[in-house]
């Protein structure tokens, strides 16, 4: 699938945020992935420090959606971090908007990889 440059920089500028959000990598694929969650799981280790990155691997024609993580950020996003984004995703994409639905689904594991404030015991809330 060919992204049109609009489409592009918007998944670059949610890559981006969703880095600054969380802390971790995120890589995002477009196209055929011929073994299913395989072909994800090859992808992802393609990716630069693949053991804190997540990929979020999108089949538009098989109408699949894959999110992987390395080992590391797994620590930090769940199986069910990745079913919320999962439904996020498909919100969008049942719409005919895949570049919103991986937007969406981007937000949705950086705000729960988002490290939780840490309060300090004599602090009043």
């Given amino acids: 699938m060919h992204l ?16 600054e959000i969380s802390g971790l990598t995120f890589g995002v694929y477009i196209g055929e992935l011929a073994q299913c969650r395989d072909s994800a799981i090859a992808r992802h280790a393609e990716l630069a ?15 699949t959606i894959d999110i992987v993580t390395g080992k590391e950020a797994h620590i930090f996003l769940d199986d069910r971090s990745c ?3 999962t439904l996020a995703f498909a919100s969008c994409a049942t ?11 981007l937000i949705v594991l950086a705000e729960h990889a988002r490290a939780p404030k840490v309060h300090h015991l004599d602090e009043t809330f």
């Fill in 4 to 19: 049109g440059s609009t489409a592009h920089r918007e998944l670059t500028r949610s890559v981006k945020l969703a880095r």
């Fill in 49 to 63: 420090a693949a053991e804190s990155a997540v990929l979020i691997a999108v089949d538009p024609d098989a109408r």
């Fill in 95 to 105: 719409a005919g908007d895949i570049v919103g639905g991986v937007r969406e689904a």
């Fill in 83 to 85: 079913d919320f984004a």
